[in-house]
């Protein structure tokens, strides 16, 4: 078998490593940016009662039409421009990398960053090049992004605003800056929009390569599967040729809208991580000996005493914490281990773990 997968699969396939998730049975879940809460007990009735009436012997509706208003009223996407969802955001980097690819073509993004443009460009025949970020405080290297550029002259450019898993916001004047040099598209991926004030969607028009993408998922909808990309209509009419007919499934249609008509409970719950972004922040900080990084998102990128973050990570996980372990992701990111802003309670436990497990010394 061995020999005929060695002849067939794509050798760039080959090369990858499938993007692992790690099995958190068990344990408090702090390590894939997921909104911790649930729903009101009528709420999840109300809920269910409408998911028992949806038509699954049939096809989904292919424009999903029911979502098309809402979404726009939610994220602030304007009239005139185009509305393209995905299956998960993810689904959308496919669609755009299917679409650009061809021989000497490039995405360009900037690392350390999200892995998925990298693992994406790479299985749909996209060449990748990723230019580091200033490695003190994860911010743009311009002068060196503008020479890239005009160097690779990419295909297509993908920033995330905030950035994951650094979780700051890049400087606005630079990104603007490198939308007018990139010769191609520049998708600024804003998955964190509801835990920051910043966003490039109120910018759709004033380039033409200019597209926002966003997700449902880190705003507390990660189980439906929703992205979405919004851009002039041109390019997106294009874009929707590699999208599967029925990529948005019924349920997920349904159920999106349903939640967008009670919007103002997920906004509650991004709020309130919001304020607990803050108060982990502080206690982080006057831990000694390690650096919690300033965040957009809710996440915080946590960088520990040399050589400690890997039996760290084990000893929280020992303690039934699960956060992500970086070291080893990226030379900019030793040491380093990212938690998700959870509940107060699970915030505290998270706390208390990785105070013991700094206690606990290497042997
Ligand atoms: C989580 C994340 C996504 C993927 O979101 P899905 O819609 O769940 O596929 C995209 N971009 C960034 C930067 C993310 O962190």
Same mark, same amino acid.
Not at 22 to 43: H, S, T, V
Not at 70 to 93: F, H, Q, T, V, W
């Given at each position: 078998?061995?020999?005929?997968?060695?002849?067939?699969?794509?050798?760039?396939?080959?090369?990858?490593?499938?993007?692992?998730?790690?099995?958190?049975?068990?344990?408090?879940?702090?390590?894939?940016?997921?909104?911790?809460?649930?729903?009101?007990? #009528?709420?999840?009735?109300?809920?269910?009662?409408?998911?028992?009436?949806?038509?699954?012997?049939?096809? &989904?509706?292919?424009?999903?039409?029911?979502?098309?208003?809402?979404?726009?009223?939610?994220?602030?996407?304007?009239?005139?421009?185009?509305?393209?969802? #995905?299956?998960?955001?993810?689904? =959308?980097?496919?669609?755009?990398?299917?679409?650009?690819? +061809?021989?000497?073509?490039?995405?360009?993004?900037?690392?350390?960053?999200?892995?998925?443009?990298?693992?994406?460009?790479?299985?749909?025949?996209?060449?990748?090049?990723?230019?580091?970020?200033?490695?003190?405080?994860?911010?743009? /290297?311009?002068?060196?992004?503008?020479?890239?550029?005009?160097?690779?002259?990419?295909?297509?450019?993908?920033?995330?605003?905030?950035?994951?898993?650094?979780?700051?916001?890049?400087?606005?004047?630079?990104?603007?800056?490198? =939308?007018?040099?990139?010769?191609?598209?520049?998708? =600024?991926?804003?998955?964190?929009?509801?835990?920051?004030?910043?966003?490039?969607?109120?910018?759709?028009?004033?380039? /033409?390569?200019?597209?926002?993408?966003?997700?449902?998922?880190?705003? #507390?909808?990660? +189980?439906?599967?929703? #992205?979405?990309?919004?851009?002039?209509?041109?390019?997106?009419?294009?874009?929707?040729?590699?999208?599967?007919?029925?990529?948005?499934?019924?349920?997920?249609?349904?159920?999106?809208?349903?939640?967008?008509?009670? =919007?103002?409970?997920?906004?509650?719950?991004?709020?309130?991580?919001?304020?607990?972004?803050?108060?982990?922040? +502080?206690?982080?900080?006057?831990?000694? +000996?390690?650096?919690?990084?300033?965040?957009?998102?809710?996440?915080?990128?946590?960088?520990?005493?040399?050589?400690?973050?890997?039996?760290?990570?084990?000893?929280?996980?020992?303690?039934?914490?699960?956060?992500?372990?970086?070291?080893?992701?990226?030379?900019?990111?030793?040491?380093?281990?990212?938690?998700?802003?959870?509940? &107060?309670?699970?915030?505290?436990?998270?706390?208390?773990?990785?105070?013991?497990?700094?206690?606990?010394?290497?042997?």
């Amino acid at each position: 078998m061995h020999h005929l997968i060695d002849h067939w699969i794509r050798p760039e396939l080959r090369a990858l490593s499938a993007y692992q998730v790690a099995d958190a049975r068990g344990l408090i879940k702090l390590d894939a940016m997921e909104n911790p809460y649930g729903w009101p007990e #009528g709420m999840k009735q109300e809920w269910a009662a409408l998911l028992s009436q949806v038509a699954i012997n049939r096809y &989904p509706d292919p424009q999903a039409t029911q979502l098309q208003g809402p979404l726009r009223a939610a994220m602030g996407i304007a009239d005139d421009m185009g509305l393209l969802l #995905g299956n998960g955001s993810d689904e =959308i980097i496919q669609m755009l990398c299917l679409a650009l690819a +061809g021989p000497g073509r490039t995405l360009l993004s900037v690392e350390p960053g999200f892995v998925m443009y990298r693992l994406i460009a790479s299985f749909c025949g996209l060449r990748y090049c990723g230019v580091p970020l200033n490695p003190e405080d994860f911010s743009l /290297d311009l002068p060196t992004l503008l020479q890239t550029l005009e160097q690779e002259q990419p295909a297509l450019v993908f920033l995330a605003y905030p950035n994951n898993p650094t979780g700051n916001l890049f400087d606005e004047q630079a990104l603007l800056e490198i =939308i007018q040099a990139a010769p191609g598209l520049v998708v =600024i991926d804003e998955a964190y929009a509801p835990f920051t004030d910043a966003s490039f969607m109120a910018r759709l028009g004033q380039f /033409d390569n200019l597209l926002v993408m966003r997700t449902l998922s880190k705003m #507390g909808l990660a +189980g439906l599967r929703l #992205g979405l990309l919004a851009g002039p209509r041109p390019w997106l009419e294009q874009l929707d040729k590699v999208r599967m007919p029925y990529n948005i499934n019924s349920l997920t249609q349904a159920s999106a809208a349903f939640a967008l008509r009670h =919007i103002q409970v997920l906004e509650q719950q991004t709020q309130q991580i919001r304020r607990d972004r803050a108060l982990l922040l +502080g206690q982080l900080q006057v831990l000694p +000996g390690l650096t919690a990084y300033a965040s957009e998102a809710n996440f915080i990128l946590l960088r520990l005493p040399e050589g400690r973050a890997s039996a760290v990570f084990a000893a929280m996980k020992q303690q039934g914490v699960l956060v992500k372990n970086l070291h080893g992701a990226h030379p900019s990111l030793r040491d380093c281990l990212r938690l998700t802003i959870g509940t &107060p309670e699970e915030n505290q436990a998270c706390l208390r773990a990785l105070q013991t497990a700094l206690s606990i010394r290497v042997p």
